[in-house]
């Protein structure tokens, strides 16, 4: 017994003198595990709109037509889309932004965010950068930014003089759903699962501690490139931070309101581009054909040698593509 | 180097002591000449997880076990994720066939994915009440677990996201998860053959793990 108590006293000492002696980090602290956003760092590019603080950037000439980049998600950023930047060479004004609670955006409360709010601010960063009434502006989404997109045009479709969606993950709640259960089957006994999952045991964090459920969210990330996975990503490709809470919040807008951008997709006229990737063997032509029978016009094209994450790993491939069609309604 | 050396003298303590999991017992079946409990598990603890445990029962007038488990997460890379747990457990009173125990471990567990490896140093507390009989048990739990301080070392895929990411010890604590359900077992010979199951919750009662249920079959052997 004298034995047991004496390895309790060492352990319990041990564990005090480690602690005491260690440099400990602050978990909540926005710039040790996750960077900092716009309102924390004055040093990155910013637009203040709709009441919000945004991290956005521009590349080209502003008095080209403008090309707003909206990245996937919600809550990822557009760093796995700067390849887009390209056409800026191209005669285009490239717009880029993080939405709204999104990458190095402004975080807000999880009860804030609607689809509403998120098409505002849309219009707000197009008037924001628009240089003249007669600028045509083209939007470029990207996943769930293409979801985003296809949302503007049903709202207002006389606002946008082109539109590229690249593999909206469901213009409505039902083809979400499809796409869902296409992409996410997971084997309970992988080492993929127990990577995503095991590690709500080490961290946790409460609603609105947003550097800790970031963080969170960023790393396991990992899970959409796993060896094997449906959409064709072969590794990962860079963001900056997730915004959890925003994921969180239009979760929760879909799974209890339902929602659908497709209600108005016949008032417009001007012809959709469509791009899916030929190794996402979760979307493909017969789910990329689903969703272009919502538009009058459409062309869907595909790109080769690439899964979800295209416009990253194979921008060479996309890029003829969005010039072409681009170029088409300059 | 001093923490090194604490974590090399804290493993050893680890292992060198009496420990065992928070095994799942009828103490109306436990007899006082049994004195090793040994236990292997399996089921559902955030993933699918696999476990061994061991539990000394001391010659007391209140019943206590000492305790200790090892459980790896289920998956191709063996010893990445795993959990280990030190303590005991103490049936505190008896009315009867009512029992009402509690229970307190030191864990220290392990994480490992693509971009980060994290090491925890955590404690959980619980409590069980319930109806046993020589041949069966039946009980409800509610438990507390709380990781109390982390150790965060990142990879490269991360520091190309964000290369000015500080890797060392974190705090305050990274996290909290309760827990409450049911456990339930049948007695026979020296052996028991027991499940639990219940809900998780994070310590803020407003969110859960993307998993938020625990399940757990277990088969205990006791020898004098």
């Known amino acids: 017994m004298k034995t047991k108590v004496l390895y309790s006293a060492v352990m319990a000492f041990s564990i005090f003198f ?36 945004l991290h956005s950037e521009t590349f080209g000439n502003p008095n080209d037509p403008m090309l707003v980049f909206l990245h996937g998600g919600p809550g990822s950023d557009y760093r796995n889309g700067l390849n887009v930047q390209q056409l800026a060479d191209k005669g285009f004004y490239v717009v880029f932004y993080d939405q709204r609670g999104s990458g190095l955006s402004k975080r807000h409360d999880k009860k804030s965010y609607s689809i509403q709010l998120v098409l505002d601010d849309l219009t707000e960063v197009i008037a924001y950068y628009r240089t003249s009434p007669t600028q045509k502006i083209f939007l470029f989404g990207h996943s769930w930014g293409a979801m985003l997109g296809a949302a503007y045009v049903n709202s207002y479709p006389d606002k946008i003089d082109g539109l590229i969606l690249a593999e909206p993950g469901g213009l409505n709640k039902k083809l979400l759903d499809e796409y869902g259960e296409m992409s996410r089957k997971i084997n309970i006994f992988s080492e993929v699962t127990s990577n995503l999952l095991y590690v709500d045991q080490f961290i946790t964090g409460k609603e609105n501690q947003h550097a800790i459920l970031d963080y969170k969210y960023g790393i396991s990330s990992s899970f959409s490139y796993a060896k094997g996975n449906t959409e064709g990503i072969p590794g990962p490709s860079p963001f900056w931070r997730i915004g959890t809470t925003v994921l969180e919040s239009f ?37 990329a054909q689903k969703e272009a029978a919502y538009f009058p016009v459409s062309e869907i094209e595909e790109v080769k040698g690439t899964g979800h994450e295209m416009i990253y790993f194979k921008w060479e491939n996309v890029e003829p593509l969005v010039l072409s069609y681009l170029n088409n309604l300059k | ?93 008896q009315i009867e066939n009512f029992r009402f125990n509690a229970a307190i471990h030191g864990i220290y567990r392990r994480y490992e994915n693509p971009i980060v490896t994290l090491q925890n140093f955590g404690a959980d507390a619980s409590t069980t009440i319930g109806y046993y009989k020589p041949k069966w048990f039946v009980a409800g739990e509610f438990g507390f677990d709380k990781a109390i301080v982390t150790h965060f070392k990142h990879s490269e895929i991360y520091k190309e996201v964000y290369p000015e990411v500080k890797n060392g010890w974190y705090e305050p604590s990274t996290g909290g998860n309760f827990n409450f359900g049911i456990q339930g077992g049948y007695s026979f010979n020296k052996s028991d053959l027991t499940l639990r199951a219940g809900k998780v919750m994070t310590q803020d009662f407003k969110s859960t793990p993307l998993i938020p249920f625990y399940l757990q079959i277990g088969y205990s052997y006791k020898l004098d």
């Open chain 1, 18 to 53: 480690f602690l005491s002696c260690e440099n400990e980090n602050n978990i909540d602290e926005s710039g040790n595990l996750v960077p900092k956003t716009v309102d924390e760092d004055p040093s990155l590019p910013s637009i203040f709109v709709n009441g919000t603080h």
């Open chain 1, 251 to 287: 979760i929760d807008i879909s799974e209890n309101d339902g929602f659908d951008f497709t209600t108005n997709l016949a008032q417009y006229q001007t012809k959709v581009l469509f791009l899916y990737g030929e190794l996402n063997k979760s979307y493909g032509l017969s789910f």
């Open chain 2, 1 to 93: 180097m001093k923490a090194i050396v604490a974590l090399i003298t804290f493993l050893i303590s680890l292992l060198m002591s009496s420990f065992l999991q928070a095994q799942t017992i009828n103490w109306e079946n436990l007899k006082s000449e049994e004195k090793h409990i040994l236990n292997v598990n399996a089921g559902w603890d955030y993933s699918f997880a696999y476990g061994l445990s061991y539990g000394y029962h001391l010659k007391t007038k209140m019943p206590i076990i000492l305790e200790s488990s090892f459980s790896l997460a289920s998956g191709e890379v063996i010893f990445d994720d795993f959990k280990t747990k030190i303590g005991g457990q103490i049936n505190v009173f």
